[in-house]
């Protein structure tokens, strides 16, 4: 599979106990994107390797995984900080008009004039709603909340925004 077949869902923070579970991170906003897997490609860098899972449990906001053949808490601490990815056949569909971030990511940004704006380099995520990091041809960073999106064309890869004064300059 090319790089871009795969979809980071979590992280892995630490080890869990002692009987070799990992604590990691909610990378994803469908948790069964984690918690239906029966493996995950472990991932730092350009080293992959595909992990089996004998358990997931939730706990708090983080989940803990069991993976078969790491049984102590020093073979877990070896993948500290690896990303766990899966297919993208894998995760859940989506309902129509809803994108998972890594479909934004590298999208096309344009206002409703027409005008180019950049390209989506980050999604923050804040209480009211998310923001997109627009990278423009100039290198500058543009910060458009998601309320302002008029409309989004994911086999595109374009998304059109309603500015407003003082929102890009």
């Not at 002692?18 to 990378?27: D, F, N, Q």
């Not at 380099?121 to 910060?143: C, F």
Request: glycine content about 8%.
């Amino acid at each position: 599979m090319k790089e871009k077949d795969y979809a980071i869902v979590s992280k892995i923070l630490d080890s869990f106990g002692l009987k070799g579970e990992a604590k990691c991170s909610i990378e994803t906003d469908i948790l069964e994107n984690i918690t239906r897997q029966k493996g995950f490609y472990l991932r730092q860098g350009d080293k992959r390797v595909f992990m089996e899972v004998e358990y997931i449990k939730e706990h708090h906001n983080a989940v803990i995984i069991k993976f078969k053949g790491l049984d102590s808490p020093e073979a877990v601490k070896f993948f500290r900080g690896w990303f766990l990815e899966v297919s993208r056949d894998d995760l859940i569909p989506l309902e129509e008009g809803m994108f998972y971030r890594f479909e934004l990511i590298g999208m096309k940004v344009y206002s409703t004039e027409g005008e180019f704006i950049g390209v989506i380099d980050d999604i923050m995520s804040t209480a009211a709603r998310d923001v997109y990091v627009i990278k423009t041809e100039a290198g500058k960073e543009v910060l458009i909340p998601s309320a302002f999106v008029e409309s989004i064309d994911k086999d595109k890869k374009e998304m059109v925004v309603r500015l407003i004064e003082g929102l890009v300059e």
